[in-house]
């Protein structure tokens, strides 16, 4: 059974970077095709892909917010680490990381999602 | 960047009914890459459909997928009370690579 469970910090000032990380059982990073994206929503509104990671370190980012995304794995622990500079009231949102496979256009399962408020 | 619409933004109906979502593109996107979700309040998306007509693990009948090109649906046969959610539809493009959500619909008890 795959499970991913994102973790970090509740609440972030303007300007500072983001952290979060994804730890996920029943699958490994280092196997063949498999991948963890980065997705996000707003409270109330839709969807937004962020990035994307495989098991052969290829990386992956949304165009729109490429300059302030990092993406990086550490198979060893069964994590993949998201950061996001320069954090806005915007970027508020719940963020999910979710298991993909390279040949797939979706993402299956996903994780719990966080919290994250950007506010002063 | 492909643009997916969906509608409506809001679909009211009543359990037992018959509940149609469409999706459409701003350009023609790969069935097999055309995935929906179904999302209730405060939890993850779930995956329901994936390659535009292929039900996902442990997924009801009751829920089917189908279209091409550019205009995308999702077909409950027979809403049960837990059916009412948000639901998502998702394409993913390989040049350059990105993911795309609509904007979603509420289904929503009438």
């Known amino acids: 059974q795959i499970t991913l469970k994102e973790s970090g910090p509740t609440l972030v000032k303007p300007t500072q970077t983001l952290t979060l990380t994804c730890t996920f059982s029943?699958?490994?990073?280092?196997?063949?095709?498999?991948?963890v994206g980065w997705i996000r929503q707003p409270p109330g509104k839709a969807l937004e892909w962020l990035a994307l990671i495989y098991w052969d370190d290829d990386k992956r980012y949304s165009p729109s917010l490429k300059s302030r995304l990092t993406i990086t794995k550490d198979t060893s622990k069964n994590q993949v680490v998201l950061t996001m500079t320069n954090m806005d009231p915007v970027d508020t949102a719940t963020y999910y990381c979710a298991h993909r496979m390279v040949y797939e256009g979706w993402f299956d399962p996903w994780g719990q999602g966080t919290l994250v408020t950007v506010s002063s | 960047e492909i643009v997916l619409t969906q509608s409506p933004g809001t679909l009211s109906l009543s359990p037992g009914e018959r509940a149609t979502l469409s999706c459409r593109a701003s350009?023609?996107?790969?069935?097999?890459?055309l995935a929906w979700y179904q999302q209730k309040p405060g939890q993850a998306p779930r995956l329901l459909i994936y390659?535009?007509?292929s039900r996902a693990t442990g997924i009801p009948d009751r829920f089917s997928g189908s279209g091409s090109g550019t205009d995308f649906t999702l077909t409950i046969s027979r809403l049960e009370p837990e059916d009412f959610a948000v639901y998502y539809c998702q394409q993913y493009g390989s040049s350059p690579p990105s993911y795309t959500f609509g904007q979603g619909t509420k289904l929503e008890i009438k």
């Open positions: 350009q023609s996107v790969s069935s097999s890459y």
């Open positions: 029943g699958f490994s990073l280092s196997t063949s095709g498999v991948g």
């Open positions: 390659g535009a007509s």
